[in-house]
């Protein structure tokens, strides 16, 4: 359809209003003025038409505020989050969880589902494997979580997908020789689009990243790294207030580190932590009174360690300082190629990273020749990613919402 200089001017600026309405919680025209330099007959053209094809709610008038002057009450909109869904999913390599929300970000459902990995008990890829199983799993979860929120696939404008894998801009996964990136990513882009309007596959640090910059440590930061700390290392990273890929989505791996000396792999912190402490107790490092000792084989987790470590204990000790000057080696080697202003620690566990970060920071900052950035543990806990690709998927709600509903038939 042709359209004439006067309607391509009202949708490009109804389209401008609903971009400052998606994250604005309730306002009046005069900010949707001051904020995008509109005329108030074109910002309420704008505002009209977003309420006529369901995105824009007019809230009921309120009182004059300080400094307005008195009259007719003002009208006051906000975006009509009820207007449909997003679906954020965590794809781990063997437990999916999707979170539902609404259009504004506000989180209605989550469940969790197992699935298959990559390997066996041996960790030996499964010989039967089949690009079929991730994205099945995908919609079971999705169709859980849905269920859980009483809505439907048909309300889903967007969905958002963190992987254990390098994506590129295009949500597909380079060629690993064991095949695990491979099978992280087996069609999950093409799959989900072929049911929803909007599909976004990132990496799931890079979806950690996302979730700091809207909702967390990162907000108000353009040059950023967060980096996931659990069994394995990922990182997000942010330059110019953007996501930074790579030509194959390789950016954030880390496998430098494997030339590193101090860091040698991408093992995570809570890897090294297991793995330095059975090392510890089969050498007879740990007393039998010392709480170490008393946790059983399958209690024997990072987060439970570290725990009942403390700087001030003669036994743990060596294992915080071993950790936080390895945090600390991490920190100064990607503050020395990407120079950002703030480093996020993220996952499960980050929590419990307070005196390897105060190491990893008083290492930084005696090694770092530009200013060094601030190192900060994250607060979103153990769900950053399903968290960061809920808004990933409402980013791409945005992007199309108002072509998918100015186009829908009206009831």
Known sequence: MNLTDGQLRHRLSTSAVLEFAWDAGAFRADHVMAALGLTRSTALAALDTLI???????LPSAGPEDGQRLGRPA?????????????????????FTATVADLAGCVLARE????????????????DLDRGERPEAAFRVIDAALASAGRTRAEVIGVGVGIPAPVDADGGSPSHPSGFWQHMNSGLQPALSGEFPAVRVENDAALAAVAEGTLGEARGYDDFIAILVGRRLGSGVF???????????????????????????????????EQWIRGALAEGRVPADHPWAQLPEAGLTAEAALAAADLEDP???PLLEELGNTLGRMCNVVSRFYDP????????MAGA???LIEIARSHVRAESQLPPPQIV??????DIVSLGAVSAAREAARAIALTLFTERPRE
């Open 52 to 58: 006529e094809v369901g995105l824009i709610s007019e």
């Open 341 to 348: 202003g703030l480093i996020v620690v993220c996952g499960a």
């Open 112 to 127: 969790r589902s197992h699935v298959r990995g990559f390997t066996d008990a041996a960790l030996l890829p499964f010989a």
């Open 239 to 273: 330059l110019d207030g953007r996501l930074v890929r790579g030509a194959h989505g390789g950016v954030g791996e880390l496998e430098g580190f494997t030339y590193v000396a101090g860091i040698g792999n991408t093992h995570g912190i809570g890897l090294r932590t």
């Open 315 to 317: 036994v743990s000790r």
């Open 75 to 95: 009208r006051r909109f906000e975006l009509r989050g009820e207007a449909g869904v997003v679906v954020g999913i965590d794809a781990g390599e063997r437990q």
């Open 353 to 355: 990273l307070g005196d």
């Open 377 to 382: 543990a994250s607060r979103l806990g153990g």
